[in-house]
């Protein structure tokens, strides 16, 4: 079973004039505890995610599916995760989200956002119109599936590598995820530049393991300041 944690952040990031509209920065993770940070467990040691909360909000009331893809699924279509994607399946079949199904990122792309994407999309890739950069994503840096090796990149059921950038496979096999996915993230928000046209303001989704999390909310909370 997986479970998965959320934590949004609304915030302004990027040293720019103020926008219009919020710049947005979603990070889920998988199996992260209720006490797995320090301003809940004196015993954790999670400071740069309590600065992100004493600076933001904290929201205590939520729900998720009882494994990982019927909750990115949910949270990106807005359907319930009955509707989209409990088979869990791989890219080698149908699954995710529907394509006649809008995404928030396909939303907020409408609304002028600049968006981007890093980690785990386990929303479906059975079809090229399922990739990210084809549902509202200006940038991406993503493994489909699930369960790929940190390192190599390899997904063992369908046997085959899974990292993809925008419309192509990313081929490295030997840097951790975190490290990949983390340094996209920042690069996508370094990329946000409010006098481009469709850079209104900055949509960032991050998706993927607790490590990961943790690594980014350092790099996140260094950058802020």
Known sequence: MVKAAILAVATTLC??????????????????????????????????????????????????????????CSLMSGR???????????????????????????????????????GKWHAGGHAAGQLPVQRGFDRSRVFLNGNEDHYSHYFGIDKGYDMWEDGGNLYDNSTYGAELYVAHALATIAAFDPSQPGHEALFMYVWRSTSRLLVLSRRLQSYSH
């Open 80 to 118: 319930l995760p009955i509707h989209v994607n409990t088979e869990n399946n791989p890219t080698s079949k149908p699954g995710g989200v529907d394509l006649r199904m809008t995404l928030i990122s396909e939303k907020l792309k409408a609304q002028g956002y600049f968006t981007g994407v890093s």
């Open 15 to 72: 040293a720019t004039a103020a926008a219009a509209k919020p710049h947005l920065i979603f990070v889920l993770a998988d199996d992260f505890g209720y006490y797995d940070v320090s301003f809940r467990n004196p015993a954790a040691h999670t400071p740069h995610i309590d600065g992100l909360v004493a600076e933001g909000m904290e929201l205590k009331r939520f729900y998720s599916y009882k494994f990982c893809s019927p909750t990115r």
